[in-house]
T-cell receptor
Framework: DGGITQSPKYLFRKEGQNVTLSCEQNLNHDAMYWYRQDPGQGLRLIYYSQIVNDFQKGDIAEGYSVSREKKESFPLTVTSAQKNPTAFYLC????????????FGEGSRLTVL | GENVEQHPSTLSVQEGDSAVIKCTYSDSASNYFPWYKQELGKGPQLIIDIRSNVGEKKDQRIAVTLNKTAKHFSLHITETQPEDSAVYFCAARTQGAQKLVFGQGTRLTINP
């Protein structure tokens, strides 16, 4: 089935460690996005990529990094510079430029101890 | 940039009654307004969307209305059912932009 796969679903890390969240899609979509979800704050955009080897900062990019070496993959690294990394992270993709719909993965919950 | 405000943050209705969730946006150039439903432990899914050239769109029990002058749009769910219980997000996108700005979310609970 076509869709977006995020892994791991749950992740625990010690403070000061970098962690990488995986996002893979087989929808042949050009654009991919990373959102952070916190209670009462909706979905906030971290980074997005409209094409391979290109990406832009979203509204809360500090402490995060991404890469887009392949069309189907858009991993997110949460670095030790991120002050409040505990959150639910959602990856999404979008097809044609004029198509509005985002397709989301099931998310990764990161807890920093 | 665009800012989207969503109300209420929580909403509880009796099964069979209607539910209304409201959003306001700040950028008059925004022209696309989707609504997403997020069930527990899942990612959000698009349930309905509307573009700025129409005022209302309906899909079975779900409808969205848009008031461009007032810069607000609303989600209406009629004849609510237990499976409607979820978190709902509104969003807005400015013409030419490639990113959606989301509201804060509304947790809807349908009481049997």
């Amino acid at each position: 089935d076509g869709g977006i796969t995020q892994s791991p679903k749950y992740l625990f890390r010690k403070e000061g460690q970098n962690v990488t969240l995986s996002c893979e899609q087989n929808l042949n979509h050009d654009a991919m996005y990373w959102y952070r979800q916190d209670p009462g704050q909706g979905l906030r955009l971290i980074y997005y990529s409209q094409i391979v080897n290109d990406f832009q900062k979203g509204d809360i990019a500090e402490g995060y990094s991404v890469s887009r070496e392949k069309k189907e993959s858009f991993p997110l690294t949460v670095t030790s510079a991120q002050k409040n990394p505990t959150a639910f992270y959602l990856c999404a993709s979008k097809g044609q430029v004029n198509t509005g719909e985002l397709f989301f993965g099931e998310g990764s919950r990161l807890t920093v101890l | 940039g665009e800012n989207v405000e969503q109300h209420p943050s929580t909403l509880s209705v009796q099964e069979g009654d209607s539910a209304v969730i409201k959003c306001t946006y700040s950028d008059s150039a925004s022209n696309y307004f989707p609504w997403y439903k997020q069930e527990l432990g899942k990612g959000p899914q698009l349930i309905i969307d509307i573009r700025s050239n129409v005022g209302e769109k309906k899909d079975q029990r779900i409808a969205v209305t848009l008031n461009k002058t007032a810069k607000h749009f609303s989600l209406h769910i009629t004849e609510t059912q237990p499976e409607d219980s979820a978190v709902y997000f509104c969003a807005a996108r400015t013409q030419g932009a490639q990113k959606l700005v989301f509201g804060q979310g509304t947790r809807l609970t349908i009481n049997p």
